[in-house]
């Protein structure tokens, strides 16, 4: 799976980009229960949203879509994390075993018209709902020498909340042996 090196509404790892309720694929001024579109839903593949709930598809194009529950399992379990500083602000680094790095900004979430948790922790969508069930991927520097992420299984039903977007793709289908790959896919690194 390649990553992006940014979040949906930014040009680099140190910007905060737009904030995203789970299958809307427009920002909002407030982020709540009552202003929240409930998408429709596929139950087959790795994936409940269907594409065009999908923001990473409808903003980037080409292969760029939003991860799954089981690739952000996939990139906490297999790489080393460790919380630090991108440019002046704070965030998750992802260092897998090749030595390549990925910078997830602590870009916290948006609820009503406020950002909440930024620079502390960070709430990433993921495609995964089962329901009223979502899986989320957190970082938080509370504790600095326990850095941890985990997918978090969300029983307070919070889709409506506005949370950050790390787009993935396929380059090719996925084959057997070691790839490295890096560059820039549909205008975007």
């Known amino acids: 799976i390649m990553w992006a090196t940014y979040n949906i509404g930014a040009s680099a790892p140190n910007e905060y980009g737009e904030y995203y309720a789970y299958g809307e694929i427009e920002t909002k001024e407030r982020y709540s229960f009552d202003n929240y579109q409930e998408p429709e839903y596929n139950c087959y593949g790795t994936s409940d949203m269907l594409p065009e709930y999908d923001v990473a598809r409808?903003?980037?194009?080409?292969?760029?879509?939003?991860?799954?529950?089981?690739?952000?399992?996939?990139?906490?379990?297999?790489?080393?994390?460790?919380?630090?500083m991108c440019n002046g602000e704070y965030g998750c680094y992802y260092t897998g075993p090749n030595g390549n790095s990925l910078f997830f900004l602590a870009t916290g979430y948006r609820y009503e018209d406020v950002n909440r948790m930024e620079g502390t922790s960070a709430t990433y969508q993921t495609t995964t709902n089962n329901y009223s069930i979502k899986y989320e991927v957190r970082f938080n520097q509370d504790y600095p020498n326990f850095t941890s992420s985990y997918l978090d299984i969300d029983i307070a039903n919070t889709k409506y909340l506005g949370k950050s977007v790390r787009p993935v793709m396929y380059l090719s289908e996925p084959k057997a042996g070691k790839q490295v790959v890096s560059g820039t896919q549909d205008g975007y690194d």
Do not use: A, V
């Not at 080409?62 to 919380?83: H, M, N, V």
């Open 58 to 84: 409808n903003k980037w194009g080409g292969k760029w879509r939003i991860p799954s529950t089981d690739e952000f399992s996939e990139l906490t379990s297999y790489c080393r994390s460790s919380w630090g």
